[in-house]
C-alpha cells in the first residue's frame, strides 16, 4: 500500500513539474512575442516617422552642417537605438533566466555595435564640416579623427570581450597587458603615422591641394588625400601615388606650393656658344647691331664709352671693345626684359657659367608670371626658339657634337 501511494505522489509531482515549467516556456514566449512587436513598433517610429520629420526640417534649414549629418547617416543610425533599449530593458520580463540573460547579453552588443557605427558616422561627419572651413587646406583633422576612431573601436571591442566572458572592462584591460608589445608591433604604422601627422601639421610641411613631388616613391602630383596611414598623391599622368605619411617625414620631398604662391615660375636653362665663334665686333658689325631696337641704346652707350676710352692710334690689344658674346648676352637681356610673360620683380640673370669641352653656357635664371604648366613650358620653349635662331645675326654658333651628317661631308 505504501509503495502504491509512493509511486501515486511521484507521478503527482512529476507532472507539476512539467506543468509549471511548460507555464514558465509559455509566458517567456509570450514575453518574448510582445518584446518584439514593442520593439518593430519603436523601429517603425523612430525610423518611419522621427527621421522623416527630421529629414524635411533639415532640408528647410539654411546651414550645411546639419546636410552633412544628414547625408552620413547619422539620425538613422541613432533611431535604431530605441528597439534595441526596449529589448534590453524587457528581457527582464522573461521568466526563462538563461533566456533573459542571453537576450540582454546580445542586445548590450548589438547597442555597443550600434555606437561604434554611430560613432563613426558622426566623427566622419565632423571632418566634412571641417573640410568645408578655409583652415582645412592647411591644417587637416583626418589623421586625428582616425585615431579617435581607433581608440573607440578597441574601447568597445574590449567592452564585447567583458560582456562575453562576464567581466569588467577593467579586468580584460589588464589580461591584455601582456599582449601590449604584439600590439605595438601589429600597430607600428599606426603609431609611425600618427606622429608624422602631427609633425605635418605642426610644420605646415604638406597640406591637400599642395604640388609635391617626391622622386624616391615615383611622385609627382598633387596631394588629394592626407590620412593617419598614407598620402595620396595624383601625379600629372593621372595615376596615384600612395606614401606612407611617416616617409614624409623620414624622407626628403619638394613641395611646390611656395613657387604656386609667389607669383612666378623659374626658368633655368641655358644654351652652349661654339668658343672658336667668339670675337671683337668689327666696325660693320657694330652698325648692323646698332640697329636692333632692343640694343640700340647699349650700343650707342657703349660707343661713347669706347670713343673716351681708347685714345688715337692705339693698337689693338690695348683698345675697349666690344665682343660679339657680350653684345649678345645683352640683347637677351633686352628680349627678356621686353617679353610680357617674365616677371621682372623676381630674379633676373643672364649669365655665363664655367665654359667647358662643350663650349660657353650662356645660362637663363629668370622666373614666368604663368604658372601653368602648360603655358609655362610654351613660355620656355618660345624664349629659347627664338634665342636659338637669333645666334646666328650676332655671329655666334650652338655647340653641337658632330652627327653622322658631319662626317660625310668630311668623307666627301
Not at 560613432?119 to 566622419?124: G, M, Q, R, V
Amino acid at each position: 500500500m505504501k509503495e502504491l501511494l509512493g509511486s501515486h505522489l511521484r507521478d503527482w509531482l512529476i507532472n507539476q513539474g512539467i506543468a509549471e515549467n511548460f507555464a514558465i516556456i509559455l509566458q517567456s514566449a509570450i514575453a518574448v512575442v510582445v518584446v518584439l512587436i514593442l520593439a518593430w513598433l519603436s523601429d517603425i517610429i523612430s525610423r518611419k516617422v522621427l527621421i522623416t520629420i527630421i529629414t524635411k526640417l533639415v532640408r528647410k534649414t539654411k546651414t550645411h552642417w546639419d546636410d552633412i549629418l544628414l547625408e552620413r547617416k547619422v539620425f538613422n543610425k541613432l533611431s535604431h537605438f530605441a528597439p534595441a533599449i526596449i529589448i534590453n530593458f524587457s528581457a527582464g520580463l522573461i521568466y526563462h533566466e538563461p533566456t533573459g540573460q542571453f537576450i540582454q547579453q546580445a542586445t548590450q552588443i548589438y547597442m555597443i555595435i550600434l555606437a561604434l557605427m554611430l560613432i563613426d558616422s558622426f566623427l566622419s561627419a565632423a571632418n566634412d564640416i571641417y573640410n568645408t572651413l578655409t583652415v582645412s587646406k592647411t591644417r587637416p583633422i583626418k589623421g586625428y579623427i582616425q585615431i579617435v576612431k581607433i581608440f573607440f573601436y578597441v574601447m568597445g571591442c574590449i567592452s564585447i570581450i567583458g560582456i562575453l566572458i562576464d567581466k569588467t572592462p577593467t579586468v580584460v584591460l589588464g589580461t591584455m597587458g601582456a599582449f601590449a608589445a604584439v600590439l605595438i608591433l601589429v600597430f607600428k604604422d599606426t603609431i609611425l603615422g600618427f606622429v608624422a601627422s602631427i609633425q605635418l601639421s605642426a610644420n605646415k610641411m604638406v597640406s591637400i591641394g599642395d604640388w609635391i613631388s617626391m622622386p624616391s616613391k615615383n611622385a609627382d602630383g598633387t596631394v588629394i588625400d592626407i590620412s593617419l596611414n598614407t598620402v595620396k598623391v595624383q601625379n600629372w599622368d593621372k595615376t596615384i601615388s600612395t606614401i606612407p605619411t611617416y616617409a614624409l617625414v623620414s624622407e626628403s620631398f619638394n613641395n611646390w606650393k611656395g613657387m604656386e604662391e609667389s607669383g612666378g615660375r623659374r626658368i633655368k636653362r641655358h644654351l652652349n656658344i661654339d668658343v672658336k665663334s667668339i670675337h671683337f665686333l668689327s666696325d660693320q658689325e657694330i652698325e648692323m647691331a646698332e640697329k636692333v631696337k632692343l640694343i640700340t641704346s647699349y650700343i650707342q652707350e657703349k660707343k661713347e664709352e669706347i670713343k673716351q676710352a681708347n685714345p688715337e692710334n692705339e693698337i689693338p690689344v690695348n683698345q675697349k671693345r666690344l665682343t660679339n658674346i657680350g653684345t649678345f648676352r645683352k640683347y637677351i637681356e633686352a628680349y627678356l626684359e621686353n617679353h610680357p610673360k617674365i616677371h621682372n620683380d623676381m630674379t633676373f640673370l643672364v649669365r655665363q657659367l664655367q665654359p667647358s669641352e662643350k663650349g660657353l653656357p650662356i645660362e637663363i635664371y629668370v622666373f614666368s608670371n604663368d604658372q601653368e604648366w602648360a603655358n609655362y613650358e610654351a613660355i620656355q620653349a618660345d624664349i629659347f626658339d627664338h634665342i636659338l635662331a637669333i645666334v646666328p645675326e650676332f655671329n655666334l654658333r650652338v655647340f653641337q657634337n658632330p652627327t653622322g651628317d658631319d662626317f660625310n661631308r668630311l668623307i666627301q
